[in-house]
């Protein structure tokens, strides 16, 4: 039994609309059926973009914001359905770090009041001088000076707001700490202050921690566990280093393909998976694969069918239809594009663009198409397609580099070739695509879904978007 | 042992050198925002021209030269068939339409404005507060039965709102009859929803921030979370407010008792009733009006001075 | 003679009362035609100052800026302000981090794109439509003659940064200044975006100065690399130079504390000790000192200067650098 289960955990955003009563509209399926289970004394990473939904997954676990359907189970307790005093009671036992360290501290409070408000309201502590001792022993192991406690939060530094936000976590000694975002405010040489800090008090007070990001890198450093996750939903989960090793989903190969690496010799070897397009609004997914309209592997299925966490062995989940088709390379980026690419072996289709012409994708007929999917390119705006796929792999560096001048001029050659097979296969692209359009059903199919309305940013806040942006999108539609 | 006293340079060197950034601890915001009023000119002249008004009503009665209500000089005021006496050596600001020192009047009636404006003042914080901080925190915390209950009593506030200040309060002094009481409850209850509104969004602001949200995870009870997160944080404006509204809130009773309805009786001077009694001589001697007129403006203005100055002082985005 | 010449470039903020607090204090680079050349550093270290100064888009009250910034042969701190007016959009453009805050919310994209081709160039009507149509095409927004008639709010995040670079490319500027440009954005947004930037510079021979926080970017796409600390230059090399043999203690030490996608999981972070906050005046020793795990008396006795102690052009501003030999004692 892990020490906490999520199983099938919904949050829908009802997104209202009216003068004088409210009328829901809509929903943000801002988290859309999430299970996983964490560990006690590991630590769970969640991953993705912004408006993915974890933040709100975050909180949907602390019940900070209304649990649609499914359970929370922490420690043989469902939270989902406790009454809100005894949910008070268990939240000493699930503590939350933020992402704003600033703005997540009571700015009129000094030190001493924010750390002892938690204590008082859990009836920890005798008195105020017992408590205050407590503070004081927590602030050391943080790392934060004794003569803190008078101070307020305004006269620290960022990463000193973060070890009082740590702190204020810490005074409950909670079993569970949820880490929104701990170190994406913090400048780089502090940020790796504070993941010490939290790896050391994992190991010395046997936390567990459940991990938001958006940095993969961050999230691959501290967590046993990842969860990737997609509007939503989880598209996959693995041990740490599998992950890294073999990511699965699509996405999550695009992701890691995307992530900066502080080194030039792997940024010019790497090989990038170049994802067109935007997420799509939560208030509106999709059907079928929520990732089938940025995917660079669609096949038909995708549109249809929803695809589901499954174990490929090793504790390894996938959420998609055509995993290790394509990990075997027997689904090809070619038929999901129409460009013929070879991923990362045929030097010489370095950089293959295809830009679908707008214009062309509503003029499509969809000639075998259930009535789910049509349903849904009814209601879909035409909006131009944006799902082209560019993977490149750049001539490798050749020659050892000798001083400076020499050392540019192997990225100039990479880049031109780049350039000049670009505009190559731009031009050649344009018509041999048309063809393909034509010739092959299932990619109009594929296309057509893919005009989904492109939508604002969906944020992090998805409750705002709820209010906003997203009721009146919804609404038009 | 000679890399121990090294050592012990090179500490005591950096904190020679680092010293200089070293912060001031322990300093609360109200406290920063106190710093910030005292460099700011504005809060110097505005706190300058409320001292002086203050010290005015209350010494006002003892340091005055004459009795305000003693017609001393009436023979020579009706003598003179409605030749006014202006500024002299005995009487400063002259004598008014029965005899009477207008200095001495200026002076006692201070405390009159002065009451009015600040009961009037406190009448509209504290009824306004209260329904503010009842309704913000139904609506923050208080779930859908919160927000139902917040609704309602906005659309009464607003309902308030929507109504002329100035017909408001003259319907409350006619139906309660015609004292300083009446003025200063009218002008009270006018900003009742001033107050309920700025407070109740104030607090709708915070109750959105992360400390509050912090707060909630941390398993602080929600009434305590209203007290000690949300309404601490949501004050800054109503405190700005209450300044400046003390400025109307004198012009306001001036205007009221301008019309007649501010108290009849003529043995206590108020300068919103020495205007209106000033009216009618207006055209032979108007300097009997300029004085309360000049007196309430000068107030109202260092009141707002100081509100402005506060506002910018208690901006937190101005912090630094 | 490169296109942009930096030199001595200093900003001082002082006011009524105030302090006079040193944001840029001398910082020296150059940037050439179809060059990437990065500014990296933390909050606080004056990178965002630097380009503001370089636009002349500093306040003029109470900042005083000092030094050298030649454009072409024409010195951008001492031309008049109409001049200067000119030059930006048509010759030097920049890029900001939040393209929501950059846009005017309430004109749509297209009328913000043409004014500039108005201005700038002298098109008018139907002609500059169909540039700006042209424009966003080219930097990647799908369906541009209807984006054109949408509000900034419209648009995602990616989408509103790529309409910025369309605004700031309009006039074919040869000096593009992107402050923190991937930063507001996602990572497979932050690589679209890098791409189209790699692109506008091969294709055009813009000169691209980049100014971020992420060594991540800067490994990807800049050429040569200056880290700054405290409104100095600490070290200067090319991308390959640096990452290969980070040297002042700073550099080496924000390497050593970036948690790395491709590093085996467990591997300790090495972080840098302290804040920004703990610093010294460059005048007293080394600003780095307090925060420094190599520091000696010496770095506590007056500025050093910048030496170049491993490799020609491989500058840095240290009395006791990370040297081989070092690291193997650290």
């Known amino acids: ?477 | 042992m000679t890399t121990l006293t090294k050592r012990a340079d090179k500490i005591d060197r950096l904190a020679e050198l680092t010293q200089q950034t070293e912060s001031t601890s322990g300093a609360s915001l109200w406290r920063e925002a106190l710093r910030r009023l005292r460099n700011s000119k504005m809060a110097i002249i505005g706190a300058v021209v409320i001292g002086l008004f203050v010290v005015m009503a209350i010494v006002g009665p003892w340091v005055a030269p004459y009795s305000p209500t003693a017609q001393t000089w009436r023979g020579e005021v009706f003598a003179n068939q409605g030749k006014f006496v202006g500024m002299r050596g005995e009487n400063w600001f002259g004598l008014d339409h029965l005899g009477r020192d207008l200095f001495s009047r200026m002076l006692v009636g201070a405390r009159q404005t002065l009451l009015v404006g600040v009961v009037s003042m406190l009448i509209g914080l504290v009824i306004g507060a209260v329904v503010g901080i009842l309704s913000g925190a139904a609506a923050t915390l208080g779930g859908k039965v919160g927000q139902r209950i917040d609704t309602v009593i906005m659309r009464i506030t607003d309902l308030m709102l929507s109504l002329p200040s100035l017909l408001l309060a003259v319907s409350v002094a006619a139906v309660m009859g015609q004292s300083l009481t009446t003025v200063m409850i009218a002008v009270g209850v006018v900003q009742i929803p001033v107050f309920a509104r700025l407070l109740r969004g104030s607090m709708l602001a915070q109750g959105g921030a992360d400390y509050v949200l912090a707060a909630k995870a941390l398993g602080i009870r929600k009434k305590r979370i209203v007290l000690t997160q949300i309404l601490p944080n949501s004050l800054s404006p109503v405190i700005v407010q209450a300044t400046l509204s003390l400025a109307t809130a004198i012009i306001e009773a001036a205007a009221l008792s301008y019309l007649g309805l501010g108290n009849p009786d003529p043995a206590i001077p108020e300068w919103g009733v020495m205007l209106s009694q000033a009216q009618r001589f207006f055209d032979n001697e108007p300097m009997m009006a300029a004085y309360p007129a000049v007196g309430i403006i000068i107030t109202a203005l260092g009141f707002t001075l100081l509100g402005e100055a506060m506002r910018e002082a208690l901006d937190p985005k101005l912090r630094g | 003679m490169a296109l942009l010449n930096v030199d001595q470039l200093s900003v001082t903020f002082g006011g009524r009362g105030r302090k006079d607090s040193i944001a840029v204090d001398g910082v020296s680079f150059t940037v050439d035609q179809g060059q990437v050349v990065g500014l990296v550093g933390e909050s606080g270290c004056g990178k965002s100052v630097t380009s503001l100064a370089l636009m002349g888009l500093l306040p003029e009250k109470g900042v005083k800026v000092g030094g050298r910034v030649e454009f072409d042969g024409q010195d951008l701190l001492t031309i008049s302000r109409r001049k200067l007016r000119d030059m930006r959009g048509s010759q030097l453009a920049m890029i900001f981090q939040d393209p929501l805050s950059s846009l005017n919310p309430v004109i749509p994209i297209g009328i913000q794109v043409t004014e500039i081709l108005q201005r700038h160039r002298g098109l008018k009507g139907e002609a500059a439509r169909k540039e700006a149509a042209d424009l966003l095409d080219r930097v990647g927004i799908p369906d541009p003659r209807r984006r054109l008639k949408e509000y900034p709010h419209q648009l995602s995040g990616g989408m509103r940064q790529r309409a910025l670079i369309a605004m700031a490319v309009a006039c074919a500027p040869r000096l593009l200044i992107a402050d923190e440009p991937t930063t507001a954005l996602d990572v497979t947004i932050q690589a679209q975006i890098l791409e189209l930037l790699k692109e506008l510079v091969d294709q055009e021979g813009t000169a691209l100065l980049m100014i971020t926080h992420d060594l991540g970017v800067v490994a990807g796409i800049c050429d040569e690399v200056n880290v700054l600390y405290a409104g100095r230059a600490v070290e200067s090399a090319g991308r390959r130079e640096l990452f290969a043999a980070p040297t002042h203690p700073y550099a080496h030490g924000l390497l050593g504390s970036i948690p790395r996608l491709d590093a085996p999981r467990g591997e300790p972070l090495r972080p840098i000790r302290g804040s920004i906050n703990d610093k010294i005046a460059w005048a007293d020793g080394c600003a780095f000192a307090p925060r420094c795990d190599y520091y000696t008396m010496e770095c506590l006795t007056g500025t050093p200067e910048l030496t170049e102690p491993r490799t020609a052009g491989h500058q840095v501003r240290c009395v006791n650098p990370v040297l081989p030999k070092a690291e193997v004692s650290a």
């Open chain 1, 1 to 477: 039994m892990s020490l906490l289960e999520l199983d099938d955990v919904k949050v829908h955003f009802p997104v209202k609309k009216g003068v004088f009563f409210d009328r829901t509209v809509g929903h943000v399926y801002a988290v859309d059926g999430i299970s996983l289970s964490v560990e006690a004394g590991q630590t769970y990473g969640l991953v993705g973009e912004s408006g993915c939904g974890k933040t709100t997954l975050g909180r949907a676990v602390l019940r900070l914001v209304d649990i649609t359907s499914g359970e929370v189970v922490f420690d043989g307790t469902d939270l989902a359905k406790l009454p809100d005093e005894e949910m008070r009671q268990f939240r000493r036992r699930l503590q939350m770090v933020f992402q704003d360290p600033l703005g997540s501290l009571n700015p009129r409070q000094n030190i001493e009041s924010i750390l002892s408000e938690g204590m008082a309201a859990h009836g920890i502590g005798t008195d105020r001088a017992d408590r205050r001792e407590k503070i004081k022993a927590i602030l050391a192991r943080v790392g934060l000076p004794a003569n803190s406690l008078s101070r307020y939060p305004h006269e620290f530094s960022g990463g000193q707001r973060q070890r009082i936000g740590i702190a204020r976590a810490l005074v409950l000694e909670p079993d569970v700490i949820i880490c929104d975002e701990p170190v994406s405010a913090l400048d780089v040489s502090i940020q790796a202050q504070v993941i010490n800090l939290l790896e050391e008090l994992q190991e010395s007070l046997g936390l567990t921690y459940l991990v938001i990001a958006h940095d993969l890198a961050v999230v691959r450093h501290i967590s046993d566990v990842i969860g990737v996750m997609y509007l939503g939903s989880l598209v996959e989960e693995a041990p740490s280093d599998a992950l890294y090793a073999g990511p699965k989903h699509p996405y999550t190969r695009a992701l890691m393909s995307a992530v900066p690496v502080p080194d030039p010799e792997v940024e010019d070897r790497r090989e990038r998976i170049l994802l067109q397009g935007d997420l799509p609004s939560p208030a509106n997914p999709p059907a079928g694969c929520r990732f089938h309209t940025r995917c660079p592997w669609v096949q038909e299925k995708c549109a249809l069918e929803r695809p589901v966490l499954t174990d490929l062995g090793d504790g390894h989940k996938v959420a998609c239809h055509f995993a290790a088709e394509i990990e075997n390379g027997t689904i090809g980026l070619t038929r999901a594009t129409g460009i013929e690419a070879v991923v990362g072996t045929d030097k010489s289709a370095d950089v293959d663009a295809a830009e679908p012409v707008a214009d062309k994708v509503p003029a499509a007929k969809v000639p075998a198409q259930k009535a789910s999917v049509e349903d849904a390119v009814v209601v879909a705006k035409p909006v131009a397609v944006e799902d082209e796929v560019v993977v490149e792999t750049p001539v490798a560096v050749e020659a050892p580099v000798a001083g400076k001048s020499v050392a540019e001029k192997p990225a100039d050659v990479d880049t031109d070739a780049d350039v000049a097979a670009e505009n190559e296969s731009d031009e050649a692209a344009a018509p041999e695509e048309e063809a393909v359009d034509k010739a092959v059903p299932e990619d109009k199919a594929v296309d057509k879904d893919k005009a989904v309305p492109e939508d604002k940013p969906a944020s992090d806040e998805v409750a705002d978007a709820a209010g906003t942006g997203a009721g009146g999108k919804t609404g038009s539609a």
